[in-house]
């Protein structure tokens, strides 16, 4: 859940991997051994056509399953531990083993467990949320709730960083692009990555598209580095240093 300004981040967050454990029932009994390699095949890159009960157009998509590890199996019920794309349906998954392994399969249940760097020990619950929401209102103490928000910056995890000159921050924050002259550090980063960019305090001012490789950075002496997607950072917070055109 992000507050205010960090919903600009959402959407990064879920385009980023997943991992899930996953009760499947298998139609039939089965042997381990064959279940395993029947397993091990959909790992690496796959190919899913959306099921019918989904809410997004039924075309093939190409996805990649990172990791699936058998945790547990009783009978005909078998527990996994699935890392993948974003938008790799699960059920569509077991439908598919079950399919291979000749009798058929089917998803019983299913529990996200990390969302690209968030997992569950990040998890608060509504309760933990309406108490730290109490206090802070009523008895003026925030401490709850800051145990429970988590800054912003803390959504570019895995990202290369850019940090740049105070100098270019308001500039950033008014949607012009970052060039070679303002940036004072950065991660190694390629054409088309997004990226973060940050003052030299740590301050989330923008996500942006790498618009060359980090290597070429060296020899720039101008031009355009990023061009920003979000700009998180509020105007006239840094002192401004360009002047406006028309």
Same mark, same amino acid.
């Given at each position: 859940?992000?507050? $205010? ?28 051994? $064959? ?24 075309? !093939? ?11 547990? !199996? ?16 699960m059920?569509k ?15 019983? $249940?299913? @529990?996200?467990?990390?969302s690209g ?15 730290a ?22 959504a570019?995890?895995?990202?290369p960083?850019?940090?740049i ?22 991660? @190694? ?34 031009g ?10 509020? @105007? ?11």
């Amino acid at each position: 859940m992000g507050l $205010e300004n960090a919903t600009k981040l959402m959407s990064y967050i879920s385009s980023s991997g997943k991992e899930y454990v996953c009760l499947m029932q298998v139609h039939c009994d089965f042997n381990i051994d $064959e279940l395993k390699q029947i397993i091990s095949k959909f790992i690496g890159i796959i190919y899913q056509k959306p099921p019918v009960r989904s809410s997004v157009k039924r075309r !093939t998509r190409k996805k990649k399953i990172y990791d699936i590890e058998i945790l547990d !199996t009783d009978k005909r019920f078998i527990l996994l531990r699935i890392s993948s794309d974003p938008g790799t349906y699960m059920r569509k998954l077991c439908h598919d083993i079950g399919v291979i392994l000749g009798c058929g399969a089917h998803m019983r $249940e299913l @529990r996200r467990i990390r969302s690209g760097i968030f997992t569950e020990k990040n998890l608060v619950t509504l309760q933990e949320i309406s108490e730290a929401l109490y206090m802070w209102k009523n008895c003026k103490d925030e401490s709850d709730l800051r145990k429970i928000l988590l800054p912003m910056e803390y959504a570019t995890c895995g990202m290369p960083k850019i940090l740049i000159d105070d100098n270019a921050v308001d500039a950033i924050s008014y949607g012009a692009m970052l060039t070679a002259p303002g940036i004072v550090a950065y991660q @190694r980063f390629r054409v088309k990555d997004t990226v973060a960019i940050l003052t030299l305090k740590g301050e989330l001012v923008a996500i942006g598209e790498a618009d060359v490789d980090s290597q070429k950075l060296v020899d720039m002496k101008k031009g355009i580095v990023v061009k920003p997607k979000r700009v998180l950072m509020p @105007r006239d917070i840094y002192p401004r240093s360009w002047k406006k055109h028309g």
